[in-house]
């Protein structure tokens, strides 16, 4: 086969060598990013800090059944942390402490199912102030994999929530 003008055949020689190298780049890239997708760990629910740290915030604003002085006055989770701290009842005679562990113990057992199958191994909850611990719940396993959230509740008082999430 003989081509009359050779300068138009060199000229789609390096077009198709230029193309040829466009698609072998972006082969290269879409094997890097298939690479990382499939190197993500199993499960795909694990938890991320800012899930705990958002869900802290609800857990905090949530309104408790415990009621301090008359009714329709229940108080929320951070109001009855300070009532707890203060050994409070609630006017159904309820100490305020206990109010707190059932209602934060609810929650947690609804919002985090954990156990072998579940990819949430365990969770815990420290409320703590200067004066001491207020109140630690503990459910399932620690392991080395977590993530926490540190939540302070008052200025001088040194009142603190920390929920941890282990998967």
Do not use: R
């Not at 008359?70 to 309820?94: A, M």
Request: overall charge negative.
């Amino acid at each position: 086969m003989k081509f009359k003008n050779k300068h138009l055949y060199k000229k789609a020689q390096e077009e198709m060598v230029g193309f040829a190298l466009i698609i072998l780049i972006v082969m290269i890239i879409l094997v890097v990013f298939l690479a990382l997708a499939l190197n993500k760990p199993k499960g795909g629910s694990n938890v991320e800090s800012y899930q705990v740290t958002n869900f802290e915030q609800s857990l905090l604003q949530y309104t408790s059944t415990c009621v301090d002085s008359y009714q329709p006055n229940y108080l929320d989770v951070t109001q009855l942390i300070f009532f707890c701290e203060k050994e409070g009842q609630c006017l159904d005679g309820k100490n305020a402490c206990v109010a707190l562990n059932e209602t934060l113990s609810g929650i947690m057992k609804e919002s985090w199912k954990v156990g072998p199958d579940s990819p949430y191994k365990g969770y815990e909850i420290n409320i703590s102030s200067n004066q001491g611990q207020i109140l630690y719940v503990l459910e399932g396993n620690k392991t080395n994999n977590y993530e926490g959230a540190v939540q302070p509740l008052g200025k001088s008082s040194g009142e603190k929530v920390e929920i941890s999430i282990y998967s």
